[in-house]
């Protein structure tokens, strides 16, 4: 760093998640950020990362207002990443209610730019919310609806980046596994099976790595469009299925359709319990949007496909 520059400090929520450890790795590096943690348990970050001398942890939650209050005053840039999973009262009150507070409390006179992860399950295929999300979504998936409905009501909601990542993978040795790659053993363990079937479905994958590299360049850097689906091109079912058999090096026989009612009759005799929220999923088949990813703006990555991302 130029001896007249001066740095610029980046408040972190979410830190100690899957996204949230690949970007530590990246902004530890990049000698312009001092970074802000707030987290609820360091110890879940590398000892490297904890005693980084541009790194300041404030161990508490969102509701400790108080405690983090000092630190994002100084902010030039929030991050807010931390989500709550399950639970309807605490999803709301976390992902909504302290969600809101957080972005709504940052210093109008300093913060910059407020990057707010949400999630594509909330959009269509236009990128508009999509109402059946807060009617039977998960606890989660509804707040995240009500949440990101919310965000035109704060008078900062012109300094907001929503990003809206898709099926995030990521397995690395030393950060936590994503919840769509801790399903990876026991998918391949129905491979055999699967790889008799075809079907006319194609959804979205992101490695959490390539989400950190997206984060990271949108400080620096403003995009047309507020709201980024984060994604690697579309890929079909097939394509999967025959990319997870390239790789664990079985055969592709020849395979038989697997239509929506032969699927539905399946559910049945095998007397398999779904929410409307899974049962909308399970009918919908193509969740196509226009996502931005690493090579969008010109960066390179090993994870932008599946064989590069089951490498790791």
Known sequence: MNGGTQRRNVFITGASGCVGQYLLDI??????????????????????????????????????????QPFLDEADFLIHMATSWGGAEITYQVNVVQSLALMNAVNRERCRKILYFSTSSILDGDHKPLEFARQEGTDYVRSKFICHERLSELDVYERITTLFPALILAAGKDKPVSHVSSGIPKLTRWLGVARFFKTDASFHFIHAHDIALVTHYLLDHDTESKELVLGNPAITFNECVEQFCAFFGKRVPVRFELTLGLAEWIIKIFQIQMSPWDYYYFKQRHFRYNAINPATFGLNTPFSTLAGILAE
């Open 27 to 68: 902004l530890v590096e990049d000698d312009r950020y001092n970074l802000f943690l707030l987290l609820r348990d360091p110890l879940k970050l590398k000892s490297s990362i904890r005693h980084h001398p541009r790194v300041t942890i404030i161990q508490a939650n969102l509701a400790d207002r108080s405690l983090y």
